[in-house]
């Protein structure tokens, strides 16, 4: 199984960014993907949620700003973030759950301010 993200970067406040996550060894249109981040001396949090029906989830702190989207033909899953602060620097990991749990090596983000 691989996760392999791309898309990250570094942005000024006020930019944007898209991530993507595409997904190998595994039935993708089965998995709940979802996009998690850790900054240094945090804990890894929840960005972002989409389950195989379509449903999402956000982190309160992205509410707005941050769309969550799946291409289950290409096996990929997208995070665009709008509007991105300098409290978004992280690391952004993607994670896949269904009867497991996989997650990729992480995407560096960085917002200046």
């Known amino acids: 199984v691989q996760l392999v993200e791309s898309g990250g970067g570094l942005v000024q406040a006020g930019g944007s960014l898209r991530l993507s996550c595409a997904a190998s060894g595994i039935i993708f249109s089965l998995y709940t993907m979802g996009w998690y981040r850790q900054a240094p001396g945090n804990e890894r949090e929840l960005v972002a949620a989409?389950?195989?029906?379509?449903?999402?989830n956000y982190g309160d702190s992205v509410k707005g700003r941050f769309q969550i989207s799946r291409d289950n033909a290409k096996n990929t899953v997208y995070l665009q973030m709008n509007s991105l602060k300098p409290e978004d620097t992280a690391v952004y990991y993607c994670?896949?759950?269904?009867?497991?749990?996989?997650w990729g090596q992480g995407t560096q983000v960085t917002v200046s301010s």
């Open positions: 989409i389950t195989v029906g379509g449903s999402t």
């Open positions: 994670n896949a759950h269904s009867w497991y749990n996989y």
